[in-house]
């Protein structure tokens, strides 16, 4: 039973547009929710994060947004670039997930940048 | 900061042999991390350790798979009489958690192959 779920295994999107990838959770225990990018042979790379008493966190280009009623959360990159291209991870933290501190992670989304 | 280094990279090994892996986290990091990613997965929580304590160990796959980080520096991932079902990417991550929840950052992975 997959507790973190990321539905598009690929999108593709032009360059310089928004990027908006998406991720689903069926634990209503999780309380804090990241994202991770990975490139091939490399481990993931922390992007951003949010807590579950927040809707909205933004860092640069990129912005997380939480809707703890729907158990919904997305990553919109903007604009979006080259360097972008890999796969991107959701994540969440809690109890009844991967332990106390571990995380759950989804199965990732390819994004592709196309010029 | 030199980030989370793993070794070896790459291991190559026959069913039945014992490997071990090594991380080395981030120099001022207390918490630490073990995951296993199998490909079009996402990493697998397995364990983790604060300080030298090692919390939650219950996600360990089966009685074959150890951990240990003995003086709170270094860890190691030990798996015994391995399997092919073994093969996959051990990832390990380190944290700093003084108050609340801080980020996992991720090391580039051991890639195990079991003949």
């Known amino acids: 039973d997959q507790q973190v779920k990321q539905n598009s295994p690929s999108l593709s999107v032009q360059e310089g547009r928004i990027s908006i990838l998406n991720c689903d959770y069926t634990?209503?225990?999780?309380?804090?929710f990241l994202w991770y990018k990975k490139y091939p042979a490399e481990g993931p790379t922390f992007l951003i994060s949010?807590?579950?008493?927040?809707d909205k966190n933004e860092d640069g280009r990129f912005t997380v947004f939480l809707n703890k009623s729907a158990k919904h959360l997305s990553l919109h990159i903007v604009p979006s670039q080259p360097g972008d291209s890999a796969v991107y991870f959701c994540?969440?933290?809690?109890?009844?997930?991967?332990?106390?501190?571990?995380?759950?992670f989804g199965k990732g989304t390819h994004l592709i940048i196309q010029p | 900061d030199t980030g989370v280094s793993q070794d070896p990279r790459h291991k190559i090994t026959k069913r039945g042999q014992n490997v071990t892996f090594r991380c080395d986290p981030i120099?001022?990091?207390?918490?630490l991390y073990w995951y296993r990613q199998t490909l079009g997965q996402g990493p697998e929580f397995l364990t983790y350790f604060q300080n030298e304590a090692q919390l939650e160990k219950s996600r360990l796959l089966s009685d074959r798979f150890s951990a240990e980080r003995p003086k709170g520096s270094f860890s190691t991932l030990e798996i015994q009489r391995t399997e092919q079902g073994d093969s996959a990417m051990y990832l390990c991550?380190?944290?700093?958690?003084?108050?609340?929840?801080?980020?996992?950052?991720f090391g580039p992975g051991t890639r195990l192959t079991v003949l």
């Open positions: 120099s001022e990091h207390n918490r």
């Open positions: 949010i807590s579950s008493i927040k």
């Open positions: 634990n209503s225990m999780f309380d804090y």
């Open positions: 994540a969440a933290r809690g109890v009844g997930g991967g332990g106390a501190d571990g995380l759950t």
């Open positions: 991550a380190s944290s700093l958690v003084l108050l609340g929840y801080n980020e996992q950052f």
